[in-house]
């Protein structure tokens, strides 16, 4: 049986995002657990890590974190070319992640902690 065209749109869309998710996670991941951090080191990473990358065709996002996600792999892109120092480029990169991340959460979590209409009801 041949997979219908929305199905083929939809995986390749699915591949394009766990591909740039797979190449976010392995960045921070060499930051925050690389003892000796060298600007020639996170080169070297975002080099592999663009392979992997490049073998995915890009596909336009539409979802609003995703595409925050995009325009973060591709600043983490031209950071490797800049003149900036690595430690610069790690405190950088590890606060937009957060914000990122944070970003992610506050929609899908939400602490009724200090909120006390919810108890009206009960008097």
Request: hydrophobic share 30%; net charge positive; charged share 35%.
């Amino acid at each position: 049986m041949a997979a219908s065209k929305k199905a083929i749109e939809n995986s390749t869309r699915l591949r394009y995002i766990r591909a740039i998710e797979r190449f976010h996670k392995s960045v921070i991941s060499y930051l925050m657990n690389t003892d000796k951090l060298t600007k020639e080191g996170y080169i070297k990473k975002i080099d592999n890590a663009l392979k992997l990358l490049n073998r995915v065709d890009e596909i336009p996002l539409y979802k609003g974190e995703l595409q925050e996600l995009q325009k973060f792999v591709t600043k983490m892109i031209s950071l490797k070319d800049s003149d900036k120092s690595v430690e610069d480029i790690k405190s950088d990169i590890l606060y937009q992640s957060n914000q990122l991340e944070k970003h992610k959460n506050s929609r899908r979590y939400k602490k009724d902690k200090h909120t006390n209409t919810k108890y009206d009801d009960w008097e």
